[in-house]
């Protein structure tokens, strides 16, 4: 078995590492530290099992699953963030993971993950899906920030969490114009005036908690 792990902490990459070499000590483990190298080094081999971070630097981690997927329509992608599930998990199913799991998860949810993708089957635990279901439910009255785009959406996290612009250019590898026109997107979508009316929106629905 091939599996190709990124993640922009080498300690975490590691650890993984090690917990699938105690449950599969046959498994070939690649370990990449961004989604641009991910891309790459996916695209030159055959893998049975990807497992991505969704925080690197560079580009959006959801906008990586979707390249990923329309480079492999069947190849597992498993990704695991420090997110909570209720942030990126319907986001990232739908831009074309197999599964989705938090850093929190238990070395044995891990596990139990790889099987169900080995076995040809996504996995969603309980609480996924009742997110999917709710976000099926509730498509047809979408709040406004759902219509932001992977990189708007992640530009807007930034922005609510009282970040300046300079900050997110060099967290994201952008430059400053063109998070400054990120943030005029937001506004115009969310029908908003400034960054203080950015993290009340935040705060009124409940994001980035």
Do not use: C
């Not at 599996?3 to 699938?20: C, N, P, Q, S, W």
């Not at 690649?30 to 893998?47: F, H």
């Not at 925080?55 to 480079?71: F, I, Q, Y």
């Not at 992640?154 to 900050?167: D, H, L």
Request: hydrophobic share 40%; aromatic share 8%; proline share 3%.
């Amino acid at each position: 078995m091939k599996i190709i792990i990124a993640d922009d902490h080498l300690v975490v990459r590691r650890g993984l590492t090690m917990i699938l070499k105690e449950t599969y000590p046959h498994a070939q483990i690649t370990e990449v530290s961004d989604g641009a190298e991910l891309i790459s080094r996916a695209g030159k081999e055959t893998w049975d099992i990807i497992i991505s971070d969704l925080s690197m630097p560079g580009r959006s981690g959801v906008e990586v699953v979707k390249d990923l997927r329309a480079l492999f329509q069947k190849v597992p992608i498993l990704v695991l963030s420090t997110y909570p599930a209720e942030q990126y998990a319907v986001r990232t199913i739908r831009a074309g993971a197999s599964g989705y799991l938090t850093k929190e998860s238990a070395p044995e949810e891990l596990v139990k993950a790889i099987e169900f993708l080995r076995s040809g089957k996504k996995y969603i635990n309980a609480e996924v899906a009742d997110l999917l279901a709710e976000s099926i439910a509730v498509d047809m009255e979408k709040p406004l920030h759902e219509y932001l785009s992977e990189r708007e959406y992640e530009v807007f996290k930034y922005i609510s969490s009282g970040k300046a612009v300079s900050e997110i250019s060099n967290i994201l590898s952008l430059s400053h114009n063109t998070i400054s026109t990120y943030r005029a997107r937001i506004l115009q979508k969310l029908m908003l005036n400034n960054n203080a009316d950015l993290v009340k929106y935040a705060i009124e629905h409940h994001l980035f908690q």
